[in-house]
Structures are given as C-alpha cells and as structure tokens.
C-alpha cells in the first residue's frame, strides 16, 4: 500500500485566514461605497468574519492547556512579567466573549427596529467594555527609578494636549444634522479618549508586547462600536457608518494576536525608545485636516469647536513652561576603562563610574527632546601572559589616550567593565554608529609595547537611549557588546529585540546541549536518494536531530556550530555515526543493499582516529565498507585541505566511499576536485534550476565529474522542475522534498516497499 509519508511532491501551505477576512472586508467596503450593498449589511457582514475568526483563535487559547513554563530560558524581568500576567485561560476566554459580543452587535444591526438601533449597538458596546476591562492582561512596566516629577507631569500635559486635539477632530467629522449636540460631544470624547489610548500605546515603551496589541485591539474594536452606535440610527443609516468596520474588524484580530503572546507564556521583546513626536503631531495634524475639511464644505466652527480649540492653548503653554531652562547634565570624558574587575555590571564588584553613566542616561532621557547614544566597548589583548602587567598597563593607558582624542567634548568615558569601557554621547544613533566605528579604528591600531608590535581586538555594542530605563539601555548595549565578540570582534553591533532572541536563544542552546548524548536526546531522520534514471532507491542521507525538551526540535544547522565553540562535536559525530551504522546494519540484513551517507565535520575528520574508528565500528556491527557515504562540506575544506586529503584517503583505503557535500562550483573549487579523494560530489539546486545564473556550471561540473570518475548527487530538489533539470543536466542521484522527504527508519522502511527492486 502506498504511504504518504515520506511525500513525493512539496505540500503547499493553505492561505493565511487574516488576508482572507481582510480581503474580503475590503471587498465588502467598496461595494458598500459604490452603493452595491447596504451600509448596515457591509457592517454586519465585515463585523461577523472578523469576530469568527477571532472569536475561534481566542477558543482555541482557552481550551488549550497551560504552557510548560521554564525559568531559565528567560531572564528575570521577563519572569518578573509572567507573574503580573493574568491567568491565560481566563485572558483568553473574557477576550473571546468580548469579541463575540462585539461581532454580535454587528451581526444583529440590520435585523432591529431602526428606533432601536442605538439602544442595540449601546448594549453591546456597554457589555464589551466591561468583558475587555476583565479580560485585558496589567500593562508591562518598566525596571528601576522612574522618570522626575516634571517628566510626569509634562507626560500628562501632552497627553491632555492630544486628547482635547483627537475630542476636536471627531467633533468636527461627525455628522450635526444627525446627531444631537449632547450625543456628539460624547461620542467625540469617546472616540478621541480610546484614540489618544491606541496613539500612547503604540508610541510606548512596551509597544511590541502581547499586552499592548490586546490594548489597541481593544480601543479600535470599542471606537468601532462607538461609531455605530452614533451613526447606525433611522431607516437609512449614513453612509459615514461604514468607517466603523476598519477598526472593529482590525481591533478583534489584533486582540486575538495579542492574545497568543499573552497566554503561551512567550516573552515579552523588551522595552524599546518610546516615541513621543507622533503624540504631537498626529493629534495636531488630524485637527487641521478636520477644520479645513468643515471650511471647504463651508461650514463656519460652532462654539463647542471654538471652545475646544481654545483649551488647547493653556495645555500647549504649560507644555513649554514645563521645559528644563538648563540644556541637560554635561557630559565631559572621565577616568581610565577598568582593569581587572568583574565584567558583570551587576555583580558585588561594581564598578565606581557605574552611578555616574546611569546619571548620565537618566538626563539624557528626562531631556526635553530626548536623544543620544550608550556605547559599550570591549578590549580583547590577545598573546599577553598573566604576567604581562605592565604591556597591560601600558596599552590600557594607550587606550584611555585615543578614546578621549575621539569622542566630544560633552561625552561621558566611564568605567563599566573588566575589560573595556562605556561611551555616553548626545547624538543620535547614526552619529553614534559613526562615532563607534571611530573608536574601533583607533583603537585597533597598533600599539608599541616592550618587546614588539600589540594589536587588540575591539568589539563595540550600541543601544538608543529612549523609554526604556538606563538600567535597560546599559543591559541592551552589553548584549549588542556580546553579539559584537560573538561574531569576532572588530564590529559595531547595533541592540534591537531580535539582537536579543538569538543571543538569549544561544544561551538557551550552550546551557542544553552538553549532555544530551547522555540524556538520550539525539535523533536521526533518513533522507531517500533516488536514481533519476528509474526513481529507484539507492540510499539514504542519515539526518542528525536534536529533540529537546526544553527547546523543542533543533536543526543541526543551529546546534552543531554551538557544538564547535563547546568542542563536542566530536561526541555528537560519534553518536552519529554508530546509530546510522547500526541502522544500516538492519537494513543490510534484509534484502535492501544501500548505502548509507553520513554527514562530518572538518574537525572530525581531521581527529588522528577517525579514520580506525569507523573501522571498529563498521566492524561492530559487520556492515560492508561500500554502503558507508562520509560526506565533508566542501566550504570548510580548503583551510584544512592536506588533513582531509589524507583523511579522506585512509577512508577509501578501507573502502568506505566519500563524498564532497555543498560543492560551489566556482575555479577553485573546481581546481582542487583532483587532490581530494573522493567517489561523490553534491551540487545544490541552484546549478541546475533553469531560472539560476549559475545553471550552465552544471556542464562543467558534470564534464569534470565524468573525467574524475564521479557520480554527481543534487540535492534539496523542491520541485518536480529541479527534478526535470538534475535528470537533464546529467546528475545521476537526486534527493529533496520532491522525490522523498526526511523521515523516522520505520516509515523510510515502509517507504522502500514500494519499491521491490531497490537494491544497489
């Protein structure tokens, strides 16, 4: 029976639902604007789709259990999170309800009496805020001392400013002759309350968290309701009800997506430079083009607008009133970077300029137009002996010397870490890039000491200083530091949230993988390779996975170069390679009679008993030398070219064939096809993809190939056209997802029936 599984041809993914709903709730507009459809039935219609597929998301969070929650995959403050976090199932199920009853409200509109249309859409908007006011997970906060009591109330006067500028602009845009004077006013407040609500969250510090998604989702989906409740009144509703459909269908799935983050546990991004100029100028700008859209249709401002528009004035001169006389703290260059302290800022040997930068950051953010940069330097001195003092001396007072010939006058040079030290600058974060790679010039720069020429090497990390605290900004630019040393040094590494994943998800992958050999974590999946002349099976590629409990399942493309900086890779090869000889040996028992490939790295190879170690363990398990493929990438063989040599040929001497993987195709490579000896060699899909630049290499490569005597494999074919193309460019062996995707050794085996004469 034939089995679906290793499939033979790719599976497309469906459509994602949200395009879909959006689609068609902009179909439903401009039919609802040309006058194809009622105004209501648009509202009904779009309202429904987006609640549905909201309402179902926000289901299925509620009823899905609990997510296994690790501490020590995160840090503190995202710890510090989850515990002012909601309890998810109950987020997830006040959520829904709400945005159930606001799809709800929608749904019915059309169906009630017109006179009662308002007491409707009332109802419900009444019954979705309180289920949002449940439901809505307490906001993310900040570490540390906040911001001064003018810096408050400044916040307050701008956000006063902004609000009265949105109550202005839906006073003029909403409709007089259809509403009475009371009811607009308060639907202009209300909708310039929930307004300035979405303008705050989205410009805060903590913009990017699950929390403030179901935030502004909330506030669009109410301004939503808000503007059918004022609008959706008398037989013939105004057409101006249609504008309540964009904000009611984004504001539930926007919810919904928030959330997921909310309830999976999943760290909030940290906290990012909160963006103050759109809480001016889009208030601002929204007023003007209110006014001037009033005066175009010649209607003069009536006294509730006049009124409205003169409470701006004080809130905008209290503004000003408000600034700093003073322009912020100096910043001048200080003492000499540390020597030999711990480089932890937050441990017990806590450098003495560290107060002194986090003033410094502090001013920087309580400044009226907040600005500037946090630069984190790190000094690596290679070849010094421990008993090399004084060189160390001499070059750190070198370094103190043309850091301060770099950075400006008003730059603070602190002291912050064992091996480098920090820079606060005014500019913002192009200049200070600039200003970093200023630094790593000169610093890089040779230095004369005692007994020759010493170079360092330099990494530099920068962070923005916004709204986050200068404890966050000082912990962002160690980790972009970090990131810089990371990569090798020699760099400028600018903090973003993602910055932050991949260095917390290579934590996360340095503390898990030591052990798990032991822990019996290690998994293979088989790849079939066919021949392209008759799709018959000829072998498998062995496939190393890592099943973690705690990670999930890691690629080797993530895990083995952590492996290489741990130096275990050699652990995991061995493991490797007894589990694909011993499952080659099962199937060799049988009538199958195919190789098996197995993947190494350089460092393995060039290991002096690698080569009797496949020896004993083709031994152990009695498995004939030829069915054995070691492949060796090809990108990492050129540094170490005569130890694969001579690897590579002790290998054959036992009959065990090898095979050249991830072969580039350019001169050099080509060149060095001669003195390697090998029985393989495996060309990407790019070589023979008709649409690639790179496709007429495949002549040459193929020409080479017959000359040397070598089978040519191409692999990651992904469509039957690649497929098409390999067969006719001349490659023999063919593997990827459209022949045979990578599965366990019982479905592999399973997939072989199919296929009665394999056996090569």
């Not at 648009?42 to 509620?62: E, P």
């Not at 057409?239 to 928030?258: D, E, K, Y």
């Not at 690596?380 to 750190?396: C, L, M, N, Y």
Request: with cysteine; proline share 9%.
């Amino acid at each position: 029976m034939p089995l679906a599984y290793p499939q033979r041809a790719s599976i497309t993914r469906p459509a994602v639902p949200d395009t879909v709903v959006l689609a068609a709730v902009a179909l439903l507009l401009l039919a609802g604007v040309a006058g194809r459809l009622p105004a209501l039935a648009v509202v009904a219609l779009g309202g429904a789709a987006g609640s549905a597929l909201a309402g179902t998301r926000l289901s299925r969070l509620a009823a899905a259990p609990p997510p296994a929650f690790i501490p020590e995959q995160v840090s503190a403050r995202s710890r510090a999170a989850r515990r002012r976090t909601a309890p998810p199932r109950r987020v997830a199920v006040l959520l829904d309800a709400a945005v159930v009853t606001a799809g709800l409200t929608a749904a019915v509109l059309p169906l009630a009496d017109p006179g009662h249309r308002s007491a409707v859409v009332g109802s419900g908007l009444a019954a979705a805020a309180g289920l949002f006011a449940a439901g809505l997970p307490p906001a993310a906060r900040g570490r540390g001392p906040g911001p001064s009591a003018r810096v408050r109330l400044r916040g307050a006067v701008d956000a006063t400013a902004a609000g009265l500028g949105l109550v202005l602009a839906g006073w003029l845009l909403l409709p007089r002759d259809r509403l009475d004077t009371p009811v607009r006013l308060a639907v202009a407040v209300a909708l310039g309350g929930l307004m300035l609500t979405v303008l705050t969250v989205l410009t805060g510090p903590h913009r990017r968290t699950g929390v403030a998604r179901c935030q502004v989702g909330a506030a669009l989906t109410l301004s939503g309701l808000v503007l059918l409740a004022a609008l959706a009144v008398g037989a013939a509703p105004d057409p101006a009800v249609l504008l309540a459909v964009p904000p009611l269908v984004g504001g539930v799935l926007l919810t919904a997506a928030g959330a997921r983050r909310v309830t999976r546990s999943e760290p909030d991004p940290p906290a990012v430079s909160a963006r103050r100029w759109p809480r001016v100028v889009v208030p601002a700008a929204t007023a003007v083009a209110a006014t001037g859209w009033q005066l175009r249709d010649g209607e003069s401002p009536d006294l509730t607008a006049v009124l409205l528009a003169l409470a701006l004035a004080p809130a905008l001169v209290l503004r000003d009133l408000l600034r700093p006389d003073a322009p912020a703290q100096p910043i001048r260059p200080d003492g000499p970077p540390a020597r030999h302290r711990s480089a932890d800022p937050d441990s017990s040997g806590t450098p003495a300029d560290r107060p002194a930068l986090l003033r410094a950051l502090a001013a920087l953010r309580d400044a009226p137009a907040p600005a500037g940069a946090l630069l984190v330097v790190d000094l690596h001195v290679p070849g010094v002996a421990s008993d090399g003092h004084q060189v160390r001396e001499d070059v750190h007072a070198e370094v103190v010397r043309r850091a301060r010939a770099v950075v400006g006058p008003r730059d603070l040079l602190a002291d912050v870490t064992a091996t480098g030290f920090a820079v606060v600058t005014e500019v913002g974060p192009v200049l200070a890039y600039a200003l970093g790679t200023r630094l790593l010039a000169a610093l890089t720069q040779p230095y004369q000491v005692a007994g020759g020429v010493l170079r360092l090497r330099v990494g530099v990390g920068l962070a923005e200083v916004g709204g986050g605290t200068p404890e966050d900004v000082l912990r962002q630019a160690d980790l972009a530091r970090r990131r810089s040393v990371q990569l090798g040094r020699d760099r400028v590494e600018w903090y973003d949230a993602y910055l932050e994943e991949q260095l917390v998800r290579r934590l996360d992958l340095e503390r898990e993988l030591p052990g798990a050999v032991a822990r019996g974590e290690l998994d293979l999946v088989y790849q079939p390779i066919l021949d392209l002349t008759d799709r018959q099976p000829v072998g498998t590629e062995a496939l190393l996975r890592w099943r973690s409990p705690v990670l999930g399942t890691v690629l080797p493309g993530e895990f083995l170069p952590v492996a290489e900086d741990l130096d275990i890779v050699g652990e995991l090869g061995c493991w490797m390679l007894d589990r694909a000889c011993r499952q080659l040996a099962a199937w060799s028992a049988g009538s199958r009679q195919l190789w098996m490939a197995v993947n190494v790295t350089v460092r393995e190879l060039a290991a002096p008993d690698f080569v009797p170690r496949t020896a004993a363990v083709l031994d152990a398990y009695g498995v004939s030398p030829d069915r054995l493929v070691v492949e060796v990438a090809e990108p990492r063989v050129g540094a170490e070219l005569p130890t694969v040599v001579a690897r590579l040929a002790g290998l054959r001497s036992l009959g065990v064939r090898t095979a050249l993987d991830d072969f580039r195709a350019e001169h050099a490579s080509l060149a060095q096809l001669r003195r390697l000896p090998i029985d393989l060699l495996k060309v990407g899909p790019q070589l023979v993809d008709p649409a690639d630049p790179q496709r007429p290499l495949i002549d040459v490569v193929v020409t080479v190939g017959d000359r040397l005597g070598l089978d040519i494999v191409a692999e990651e074919l992904e469509s039957v056209s690649l497929v098409d193309g390999a067969r006719r460019a001349g490659c023999r062996y063919g593997q990827g997802f459209a022949l045979a995707r990578p599965a366990t050794a019982e479905r592999v085996e399973a997939y072989f029936e199919e296929f009665p004469s394999a056996s090569r």
